[in-house]
């Protein structure tokens, strides 16, 4: 993973990931509902349905998001537009590329760990769990979380400068053709 | 600036610099000084000893890969504001 790609996906998924939960955790529960799949205009119908293929119909992460539509995307589903961009931005950022949806879904678990956010901490452990990640794996990721949690701020604390940060070698590839 | 004069590892009692020694095994990296994080907790062993092994725990190869957990810990660092 010494490849600046795996970086900018991840940043992707991390940025994305946080985006949703803000949504879902500061908007749902009942301040703005969703748009209901059922009567939901053809354009909102047609990413909702895009939306449930991507994440299983029927699964544990698909109910979590109120239905078969995972709560942020049924929230800003009131502006056609808008949610088909962000879905678009979702997708592309969870699609197995250079680093695999699985490792995605695990990035986006602890990023909504880390943040606390209610909805991104169930829906991305429902996801791990519906992409075949066991119990095993699950805490793996929660013993990476909670580690780093305390050593993130052991080191504010002391206000330690990184003295790491340079000692990965440096991509001097150019800008990929996303396209390819 | 950090709040604490950071010790060289010299200054390490013996035990305390084996820690060093597993943090130089870890990282595979030849640092002039142990990284500050590692002569942190070597300060107290009784603390830094089992955190380490969490980590490590945490962080070795199963159904994720090292460099994949290395990834996640990224994450969880820049989610905490975290610069170090």
């Keep these: 993973m010494t490849g600046d790609d ?7 998924v991390v940025g994305i990931t946080n985006a949703l939960n803000v949504v ?7 301040v703005m509902p969703p748009v209901d799949p059922d009567t939901a205009p053809a354009d909102v119908a047609t990413v909702f349905a895009e939306i449930r293929s991507f994440y299983g119909s029927a699964t544990p992460g698909a109910r979590l998001g109120g239905g078969q539509v995972p709560k942020p995307f049924g929230i800003i ?7 088909a961009d962000v879905w678009a931005a979702v997708k592309r950022a969870f699609t197995d590329r250079r680093l695999t949806r699985r490792h995605k879904t695990a990035l986006a678990f602890a990023v909504s760990l880390t943040t606390r956010s209610v909805f991104g901490t169930a829906f991305h452990l429902a996801e791990l769990r519906r992409l075949g990640v066991g119990e095993g794996g699950v805490m793996e990721i929660i013993g990476v979380t909670q ?5 993130t701020k052991i ?7 990184s003295d790491m940060a340079d000692i990965a070698p440096v991509d001097t590839s150019g800008v990929p053709d996303a396209s390819a | 600036m950090p709040t604490v004069r950071l010790r060289d590892a010299s200054e390490y009692p013996e035990p305390a610099r084996r820690l060093f020694e ?7 990296y030849e640092f002039k000084e142990p990284p500050a994080m590692s002569r942190v907790m070597a300060w107290d062993p009784h603390f830094g000893g089992p955190h380490g092994r969490a980590m490590k725990r945490a962080m070795a190869p199963g ?3 090292r460099a994949e957990k ?6 969880v660092s820049g989610a905490n504001a975290c610069t170090y």
Aim: charged residues 15%; without cysteine.
């Design chain 1, 77 to 83: 589903a009131h502006d056609a537009a808008y949610l």
């Design chain 2, 22 to 28: 597993l943090s130089r095994q870890w990282f595979a």
């Design chain 1, 147 to 151: 580690t780093f949690s305390s050593y």
């Design chain 1, 6 to 12: 795996s970086w900018y996906e991840a940043a992707f």
């Design chain 2, 70 to 75: 290395e990834m996640v810990a990224a994450a």
């Design chain 2, 63 to 65: 159904e994720f890969s």
């Design chain 1, 155 to 161: 080191a504010d604390t002391l206000q330690l400068s």
């Design chain 1, 24 to 30: 879902a955790d500061g908007l749902g529960g009942g």
